[in-house]
């Protein structure tokens, strides 16, 4: 019988894999329930980070215990855990009075309300959580959460249903926000990763069925495959790209980088933010630490004017009130009001801006020649299966142009054989080096790879890394590939490295007569510096 393996030599960027779902096709249904959101004409927004998480033990009305304030010295204005001084003082975060004058000042200063830092129900933040909503409420203001971390085990089960209880407690609230009727919800960087792109997708699909009217979720990744998962996608800090920087570096970076941004989540049609900060400096807490330079507001004032340029739908500044990393536009006994005031200044500004022009969906490409309109034509009517660990562009790629691929689970890939082959007569991988075998055993796995290509099945490998197929989910080598065929082998006589000779520029030269659609040269990736001859 005849067996054919291809092998795609160019390495792909990896966004996002599937899960293993119980049904296998779920996470194709799910996309394309994602792909149905759209958002239009969301209203200007000015929204803070907000951190509910200090405690003074000797404030009365308040939490009872200190909390994250350390080696306080009130006569010589000094806190060991905070780069700067707060006007309040070592305050405590239950204190319904500074609250209030929290919401007061935020409302003076043009925000539209907060992203209330959240570690879960129970947590000390979710103990302040009814006295902020009723606060703002009074103040004008709006409140949605920061979701910072799944808390027990890392499942989008698990996420959904304390998102589920989150809401069911306090979205009710008047002074929840909302889109569309909807309650808005942030999830921080670590809960994206903790889950990885394709848990999220599972849980908020959950969250939207078990929730009654759904939700809008912003994820903190700005990614093309995270504005496909969330209803909009944001940062919560850049002070990665702005520390070094004088001012023109921050005005240059952020008029380069803003408008790519808000293109990135605008042309999918969703929620669209930018994230401001007055200064960055962690050094007093964390060792070396980093630091963003305020340039006496000059560098926010840069940020604003970039943000108010690229028009997204809602600006966020970093932070109100995070003391630990000296990005506070609270007020300060170093800075006094300044920041509320700048703030104040370019939120009234950004909100009386044009509207943005619609984004432009991107350009249609060539025509296809009649060869590539008849191989498509044979693509669209045949069976397509994508292994576990598929990329999400590539099912993209294939739901676009008309393919309905059926995502397998690694039991179903145990299970196939020879009928399969007929059935399905294209597989396809395009996952990173890890062999997805979930409950099974790696060699099951391969066994029904063995069995499918034996009856005349066609394997695709479009691999996100180096070598596919490589290791277990424990990271122990499998060498999966070469093990059903493909003739992949690490090192022999041609040598390899995992890391390249210093000093050298490395380049991809592509051989005459061979994949006559890439650059004759192009630089090697430089986010995997391994070469691994073949």
Excluded at 5 to 23: D, Y
Excluded at 79 to 88: G, K, N, Q, R, V
Excluded at 213 to 218: D, M
Aim: charged fraction near 25%; aromatic fraction near 10%; hydrophobic fraction near 40%.
């Amino acid at each position: 019988m005849r067996s054919t393996l291809i092998l795609a030599a160019v390495v792909l960027t990896a966004l996002w894999s599937f899960p293993a779902p119980a049904e296998e096709d779920a996470a194709i249904e799910a996309l394309a329930r994602r792909a149905a959101v759209q958002y239009e004409n969301v209203p200007r927004k000015v929204l803070a980070f907000y951190y509910p998480w200090y405690g003074n033990a000797g404030v009365p009305g308040g939490s009872g215990r200190w909390s994250h304030w350390q080696g306080v010295d009130e006569k010589e204005r000094q806190i060991a855990s905070s780069t700067h001084y707060p006007e309040l003082g070592p305050y405590d975060s239950h204190d319904p009075k500074t609250i209030e004058k929290h919401a007061e000042w935020s409302k003076q200063a043009g925000l539209d309300g907060w992203i209330v830092s959240w570690w879960g129900s129970g947590d000390f933040t979710d103990r302040a959580m009814g006295r902020i909503l009723d606060a703002c409420r009074n103040a004008g203001l709006e409140v949605t959460v920061y979701y910072e971390t799944v808390r027990g085990d890392k499942t989008p089960e698990n996420a959904a249903r304390e998102i589920v209880d989150l809401l069911t407690a306090y979205a009710k609230h008047p002074a929840w926000l909302r889109l569309d009727g909807k309650p808005v919800v942030f999830i921080y960087g670590r809960a994206v990763g903790e889950l990885g792109l394709s848990g999220w997708l599972s849980a908020i699909d959950q969250v939207n069925r078990q929730y009654e009217g759904g939700a809008v979720l912003l994820g903190d990744q700005m990614s093309r495959a995270a504005a496909r998962v969330f209803d909009g996608i944001h940062t919560y800090n850049t002070v990665g790209s702005l520390a070094g920087r004088d001012v023109h570096g921050v005005k240059t970076w952020c008029e380069e980088t803003f408008p790519e941004w808000v293109a990135l989540a605008a042309r999918r049609r969703r929620i669209s933010t930018l994230t401001l900060i007055p200064g960055y400096d962690d050094t007093k807490i964390r060792k070396p630490g980093i630091a963003a330079a305020r340039f006496e507001g000059e560098s926010y004032r840069a940020q604003w004017e970039a943000a108010i340029a690229a028009l997204p739908d809602w600006v966020l500044i970093t932070s109100f009130n995070e003391w630990h990393e000296g990005s506070e536009i609270e007020p300060s006994a170093e800075f006094g009001h300044k920041y509320l005031e700048l703030t104040a200044e370019f939120a009234a500004r950004f909100k009386k801006a044009p509207a943005r022009p619609p984004a432009e969906r991107p350009k249609p490409k060539a025509p296809l020649t009649e060869k590539q309109q008849a191989a498509l034509g044979k693509l669209r009517g045949a069976g397509v299966g994508l292994l576990p660990g598929a990329d999400l562009d590539l099912l993209l790629w294939l739901l676009e142009q008309g393919v309905q691929p059926r995502s397998l689970s690694p039991a179903g890939t145990a299970g196939l054989d020879e009928a399969a082959a007929r059935q399905m007569p294209i597989l396809v991988y395009a996952g990173d080096e890890t062999l997805e075998h979930g409950t099974e055993r790696p060699g099951e796995v391969l066994d029904g790879l063995r069995r499918y290509l034996q009856g005349g099945g066609l394997l695709v490998c479009l691999p996100t890394g180096p070598m596919p197929m490589y290791y277990d989910r424990d990271r122990n080598v499998v060498d999966g590939a070469r093990r059903i065929g493909l003739p992949l082998a690490v090192g022999g006589p041609r040598g390899g490295w995992e890391r390249p000779p210093q000093g050298k520029t490395l380049k991809i030269v592509r051989a005459a007569g061979y994949l006559e659609n890439l650059p004759a040269e192009f630089p090697f990736p430089d986010q995997d510096p391994r070469w691994r001859p073949l």
